[in-house]
C-alpha cells in the first residue's frame, strides 16, 4: 500500500510517461528560462553586494566549512557572477552542456553564503536555488531534456510543497493554535510599518491594513487562512489539487504583501 502511494506520488510529480505536446514544451522551457534568468540576477545581485561586504556574522551552509572572507574586498564574486552567468546560458541553451547546471548551482550557492554572511535570510532566492538544483540533478543523470526539465519541476514542487507544510507544523510546534490570533498580525504590521517609516521616511496603512487593524476577528480569519494554506501546501504533490494549491499559495503571498508590505517576488 504505501509502496503504491508512493508511486502515485513520482508519477504525479515527475510525469514520467507525460506525453510530449508543443504545448507542455513551451510550458517546460519557459519554466527553464525562469530559472536561467533568476539564477543570473541573484549571481550578480549577491556579487555587487558582497564587495560592501566586510565582516561574517553568521555562517550558512558551505561558509560553515570554508572562509567566505577571502571574498571580501577582491573583484572575486564579479567573477563568479560571470563564471554562473557563462555556466547558466550554455545549459540552458545547449543540450551537450546541461550538466554545466551543476557547477552554477555550486557557485549560486557560494554566492548565497557569502552574501547573507551578515545574518539576514531572505526566502525569495530559495526557490530559485532549488529549480536550478533540480536542473543540475536532471542535466547529470538524464540524458533527454525533456525528462530532465519534468524532474526539475517535480523536483521543485516536491520542497515547495513540503517547505510550505513545515512551514505551518513549525508555527504550530512554536506557538500553539494562538498562532492565529490577531493580536499578532497587528503586531507584525506594526513591525514592518516602522522599518517603511524608518526606509522611506513615510508610512500609510492600506486598505487591507485597516480592515484587519479595525477587526481582531478578520486579523484572525487572515492569518487562519493563511495557515491552512500552509498546512495544505503538500496536496501540490498531486496534480488534480495542484492549481488550487497554486493559487492559495500566491493568494498568501499577496496576503503577507498587502499586509506586512513583504513581496517575495521570484516565488510569487
Known amino acids: 500500500m504505501a509502496g ?3 508511486d502515485t506520488i513520482i508519477s ?3 510525469e514520467p510517461e ?3 505536446t508543443p504545448g507542455t514544451a513551451i510550458y517546460y522551457a519557459i519554466f527553464e528560462l525562469f530559472t536561467a534568468i533568476y539564477s543570473i540576477i541573484y549571481a550578480w545581485e549577491w556579487g555587487v553586494y558582497i564587495l560592501r561586504i566586510s565582516d561574517v556574522v553568521l555562517p550558512l551552509g558551505l561558509a560553515q566549512y570554508i572562509d567566505v572572507e577571502i571574498f571580501f574586498g577582491s573583484s572575486l564574486p564579479l567573477i563568479i557572477a ?4 557563462v555556466c547558466v546560458a550554455a545549459a540552458c541553451f545547449f543540450r551537450k552542456a546541461r550538466w554545466m547546471y551543476a557547477p552554477a548551482f555550486l557557485m549560486l550557492h557560494l ?3 557569502t552574501r547573507f554572511s551578515l545574518g539576514e535570510i531572505p526566502h525569495s532566492s530559495n526557490l530559485v536555488g532549488f529549480c536550478l538544483l533540480g536542473f543540475a540533478l536532471g542535466g547529470l543523470f538524464l540524458d533527454d531534456r525533456k525528462r530532465s526539465r519534468h524532474f526539475a519541476m517535480g523536483f521543485t514542487i516536491f520542497f515547495l510543497g513540503l517547505g510550505y507544510t513545515t512551514a505551518a507544523a513549525s508555527k504550530l510546534i512554536a506557538t500553539g493554535i494562538t498562532w492565529v490570533d490577531g493580536n499578532h498580525l497587528w503586531l507584525w504590521i506594526a513591525e514592518k510599518g516602522t522599518d517603511v517609516l524608518s526606509n522611506q521616511g513615510s508610512f500609510r496603512y492600506n486598505w487591507v491594513q485597516e480592515i484587519v487593524l479595525q477587526s481582531r476577528t478578520a486579523a484572525t480569519v487572515f492569518l487562519s487562512i493563511g495557515l491552512l494554506t500552509e498546512a495544505l501546501a503538500f496536496l501540490m504533490w498531486w496534480k488534480r489539487f495542484r492549481v488550487y494549491l497554486f493559487i492559495g499559495v500566491i ?3 499577496m496576503g503577507i504583501y498587502f499586509t506586512m508590505n513583504i513581496l517575495f517576488l521570484s516565488y510569487t
Not at 560571470?82 to 552567468?85: F, G, H, N, Q, V
Open 82 to 85: 560571470a563564471l554562473i552567468t
Open 12 to 14: 504525479n510529480l515527475f
Open 4 to 6: 503504491s502511494k508512493l
Open 251 to 253: 493568494g498568501l503571498h
Open 18 to 20: 507525460a506525453p510530449g
Open 111 to 113: 554566492q548565497y553564503v
